[in-house]
């Protein structure tokens, strides 16, 4: 396992680079891959990026984006080394890594604690919030000036992965790089603006139809919303635009387990699930066949119908509280 | 005008203080009234805080909260000076003011620009994301240690008037301040969900029904909502509980201005008005007999119903964005 410095020194040796982040990339994998991308640039060397599916709509503000190229377009000979970023196991590029050449050196460099250590050299901290703090802390090893651009990428990389700076992850080191960031030219307003306001009229009825669905149940300690397929439909949204929605359930008064459930294209019924305090619904997911952490978590279950699915979560939970359900 | 030092000294010179902030007191109000009052005891001072109307139960978390006593319980005598925190004037403790001894000292610390330096001394700075930051620089200045529940005061103060380090604010010093007092023992998940996460079922629900009326005009620049009387007493809520509902109109992509009509109990109506880029709702709302900032402002107009209210306010938006209402 190597540090920041010595990841550093690795990548110095390298002239031709092909980063890649995780597919439905988030800031932090968008952020940090062009934070990295523009300052090995800045080095002189050649670089090309890429994640699987595209960057959405909402992060392509972010400086270099134009850059990101599909994974047709990568020509696996062309590169001296592979760093993959923000991605537990090398799956989650899936469709870049059967591209590259065989025996490719390749640079792991990420914060998820369940990281497989899948690289030739790998540079895991799981005490960062984002794996853009990580990049950071390399750019600052060999040198490189964090010019406007590079805050933006690794502005936005931390203050998405860190909910700006709400989730416990924030530590001060987080708040420190930060500050460092926005004397460099990162804007809060600005990119806070850019990622999370530009939502479609019709995802923000969707969610006010969706809350208008929630409930809790009468020990006040579950909070429960339902997403029916026709509603959906009707505003031509699919079930991945009410992503996030269940944090909304999390915010009731006295609530400890929060849950969505929805209809699936696939027939199934998948259940989001979020907690306060200190119920675990990463446990309860995983009874459940799902999985996730212990504040954030989810699974897919063959129920016909969201009121069988109900019966079976609540059940477990109840189970779990060491409650009577009922 | 003083700077934090000077009334650092200023402060030291007295021994019983009545600290008060503003009515329908925010994070800010609260946590850096708190913050003061903690760290003034710490050196030996007597310290009696109040505000006009109490503290909102969602901030009751904040550590001395039960020590914030109610106007009544003021006695003129017994002070040898007044702090006023957060307080553009001094009509915002109105119930405190009254009471005060005539003559006595008053310490006025504030950041809004709009500051009438009302006081014997004033700190007023601008550049300050919140007044819990000057608070932070005066403790420094008088050798207060930041322990815990003053860094969870502090850290309330600043993360609340910042929207968790997203508005435009947000300074380098903000968040190296804001480091600190988690170093010290702030934990910006807790105080993020003892702040945000304890929403009635009444309130969420409304919101899903105000958000089915959201609206776009035919430029796509002005997005809104409306907000009729009988649907929040059908809910048992009154208009202060869809305060900042306003802000999902703003989350609509390419959206410039935000708007929420809302029928009051006086048989007026209330304009919400919120911003994104270049538009100004402060001078807006100026124009229609109201006020506020250029990203926030607001009017109440004398229309008798929301669609008459709509059409005036419309028509100035035009106007300001120089395009052709119709």
Not at 101 to 121: E, F, L, Q, R
Not at 160 to 167: C, E, I, S, V, W
Not at 199 to 204: A, G, P
């Amino acid at each position: 396992m190597e540090n920041h410095q010595e990841i550093a020194g690795i990548l110095l040796r390298y002239h031709r680079f092909l980063i890649a982040t995780h597919v439905m990339p988030d800031g932090d994998a968008v952020g940090s891959m062009l934070g990295l991308g523009l300052g090995l640039q800045k080095k002189g060397r050649r670089v090309t990026m890429t994640c699987p599916g595209g960057v959405p709509e909402n992060l392509r503000f972010i400086p270099g984006s134009d850059q990101i190229v599909a994974a047709d377009d990568i020509q696996s000979s062309e590169y001296d080394v592979v760093v993959v970023l923000d991605s537990s196991d090398l799956g989650r590029i899936e469709g870049v890594y059967e591209r590259l050449s065989p025996g490719i050196p390749i640079v792991n460099i990420d914060h998820h604690s369940t990281n497989k250590g899948y690289g030739t050299y790998n540079y895991v901290d799981s005490s960062s919030a984002a794996t853009g703090e990580q990049v950071y802390k390399i750019l600052i090893s060999i040198n490189v000036r964090v010019d406007p651009s590079i805050a933006i990428c690794l502005f936005t990389a931390i203050a998405t992965d860190t909910g700006f700076f709400r989730f416990s992850n924030t530590t001060p080191t987080t708040l420190r790089i930060a500050a460092r960031l926005v004397e460099r030219g990162a804007e809060p307003s600005v990119i806070s603006e850019q990622v999370y306001e530009a939502r479609s009229l019709e995802n923000l009825k969707m969610l006010g139809r969706v809350l208008d669905t929630l409930q809790m149940d009468k020990t006040g300690k579950i909070a429960w919303m339902e997403v029916y397929g026709n509603r959906m439909s009707e505003l031509s949204l699919d079930e991945g635009q009410t992503e996030g929605f269940v944090n909304y359930a999390r915010m009731v008064k006295g609530v400890e387990v929060a849950l969505i459930f929805r209809e699936s294209a696939d027939g199934k019924i998948r259940v989001g699930m979020r907690s306060k305090g200190e119920f675990d619904v990463g446990a309860l997911a995983e009874t459940l066949g799902g999985g996730g952490h212990a504040r954030a978590a989810g699974c897919s279950l063959d129920s016909q119908s969201i009121s069988e699915a109900k019966e079976l979560v609540f059940g477990k939970v109840y189970e779990i509280m060491g409650l009577a359900g009922d």
